[in-house]
């Protein structure tokens, strides 16, 4: 008599999540250093030391019954404006803050859009390899998921199988760039199809669809990459946001949604997604973090670290003779399996103490997940056992 | 072309918060001590300086890569523990950490916890007067609200009305105790009527009924009142808690659900309390946040204010010829309006200053709620006001 979905929901462990405990059984058994564990996205690098003094200083000098208060649902309007001004800042575009609503993450900022938007018979479209949680939220909301297959060939998206999915109960598709898994940065070619396509469909069907664009990555680039700021370049646009790993805070939970002020009903959109967060119960994002976040609007954690760690794996794991479509950001690096059967071939690493997460999950079969936000020196010690790994395919 | 139930919820602003917004406005025209602003249920009361130093001392002390971290989807399993114990040591009921799922406060709680039991046909049950979110969290979920009318002579329950509310339909039922808006504690007899009636229609209709108790007001209760512990009385219960009024920190969203051990399938129930809170996108409660509530599990805010407040409130209104039952808990007053129309009696009011809020929304016509949770200093002010006002009745 309870709900089957939510059940099954919870029953059915995340694959991520399983290897995740093994390894964490497996430290203990042989020593944390002899395992290497790259399961996980949870950040390593810590977050700013700048952050942790703005968080003293809030608790210090600030009345405490304003602190830790209610903030409006949307968020603390100051905030906001200063949300607002570093997107105008960075990118050129006029949002106020207005079109921002403060969230308790990037989860929660898909699920209340989602919710915001959705109607019975509503289909979203999401590219793979995707983040599994976007089929989690899309049916919670009572709509269908359409996946539109990878492109192994560069991790870009198969433009021609992404048109002809778009139909009359297309409402939405999510773009994550950068990707998780794959860590790579769609580019403007890539974006500029896939939005002349949106606008043409939306011609053709007489009704808005709508781009989210999920960026919890986007601070995470390196060799001077450049994020498509979808806003510029589609006007039916919602940004899904998060400084979970930008400023190394995932358990946090605090992101934001901002809704493209040129979207036709811009108005009616952020009304609704203020209706779908208080249906879900959302009351307001963390009140202490609305306030550090502003405070720390242009911080990161030492993103320099992620950056070495990518170029050791890409360079060695390449010179091993793996295949990888080389990430431009993110923390994941998504190799061919040495065997079609990803499954097995993760069973195969882990005699060699390396956890991967098989892509099947993320809708790639054939593909393996390397979340290299762990320490430079595991990945050096790593390196042996990918040799070994190879050795046994030759 | 985006949901109509949406868009509805955000554009109609709750009236609580109207009011509360005139009241900043009018604050800057006449000044903020002239203005008696009893509209919101925002504590006024600061949160414990020990809070404050256990926020600090985290900060301070932890490997900020850890404390901010994910935790696991249903809380950190120490934190969990302590949750048990410290239910154990009060309540005598003998939960474990399994039985505890950290959420970001108690309107999450709900959230999730309906959503996990509610299939297609579902109905829940409510007593006026009820929190209004309760009817946005049912509907959201895809249920039906029943409301039980109030039982305007005490503001305990119409029992009769409820047994014969209770059909094959009735999934849950949600309690409010210490209540919003009444500030009525639930007495044993009330609590032993209504979980006689659900065990006699659970074995009627041959399925569970699950009692949902709402407690985010337990912690504030006066002279030596005791709110019965629901899962002592019946054991298909869930406890929906929050620390937003104990420690005076609604913004920052803690608190957690507890599935009684003796529900019939409660790790079913606990499975899909897990399933829902991920397809809502509750990854986890805040990190920091978890581990606070740990360390202060004994804390309250000076409650003892609350109960000054009341006192005085309660002596000098029914002095003044207002009538209400005794409120024992949370810190509310619900005064019989001194017409039918309680819309009318607010404006009334208005003329005067005193900004209450009509108990329509509560499902409450012909009353109005006053939230004493403001300065002490600012009700006694006020009282020549109330004087005025119910003059102008006589």
Same mark, same amino acid.
């Given at each position: 008599m309870l709900s089957e979905k939510m059940l099954g929901l919870g029953k059915k462990r995340s694959a991520i999540r399983e290897i995740f405990e093994y390894g964490k059984k497996r430290a203990a058994e042989i020593g944390a250093d002899k395992i290497f564990d790259f399961s996980i996205g949870n950040p390593n690098v810590p977050a700013p030391e700048y952050l942790k003094r703005v968080l003293i200083a809030l608790l210090e000098n600030s009345d405490p019954a304003c602190l830790h208060s209610y903030t409006s649902a949307q968020g603390d309007v100051g905030v906001r404006k200063i949300i607002a001004n570093n997107i105008y800042e960075r990118f050129g575009t006029e949002v106020t803050a207005d079109n921002i609503y403060i969230t308790s993450g990037a989860a929660a900022a898909l699920t209340i859009s989602i919710k915001a938007m959705t109607v019975p018979g509503d289909e979203f479209i999401v590219f793979a390899p995707y983040f599994p949680e976007y089929i989690v939220f899309v049916e919670a909301a009572g709509a269908k998921v359409v996946v539109i297959p990878p =492109?192994?060939? =560069?991790?870009?998206?198969d433009i021609e199988s992404f048109e002809a999915s778009i139909n009359k109960n297309t409402k939405g598709v999510i773009i994550n760039s950068p990707n998780n898994p794959s860590g790579v940065v769609y580019s403007v070619e890539t974006i500029n199809s896939v939005c002349g396509i949106l606008s043409k469909k939306e011609k053709e069907f007489g009704h808005s669809i709508y781009l989210i664009s999920d960026e919890p990555y986007r601070e995470l680039v390196y060799d001077d990459i450049e994020v498509p700021y979808l806003m510029n370049y589609y006007n039916n646009t919602i940004v899904s946001y998060s400084y979970s790993k930008s400023l190394s805070i995932p358990g946090e939970r605090i992101g934001y949604i901002a809704v493209s002020p040129k979207m036709e009903n811009t108005d009616d959109m952020y009304a609704a997604i203020c209706g779908a967060g208080r249906a879900l119960g959302y009351v307001c994002a963390p009140s202490i973090f609305q306030q550090a976040i502003a405070k720390c609007i242009d911080q990161t954690s030492d993103i320099s670290i992620y950056k070495k760690n990518r170029d050791i794996l890409y360079e060695e794991l390449t010179k091993l003779g793996y295949k990888c479509a080389k990430p431009d950001g993110a923390f994941y690096l998504f190799i061919k399996a040495l065997e079609p059967n990803a499954e097995a071939f993760c069973t195969k690493a882990r005699k060699h103490e390396l956890l991967l997460v098989a892509g099947d999950g993320f809708g790639c079969p054939g593909y393996v997940r390397i979340s290299y936000c762990v320490r430079t020196d595991q990945i050096e010690k790593s390196l042996p056992a990918f040799a070994k790994l190879a050795k046994e395919y030759q």
């Open positions: =492109d192994t060939e =560069d991790f870009q998206i």
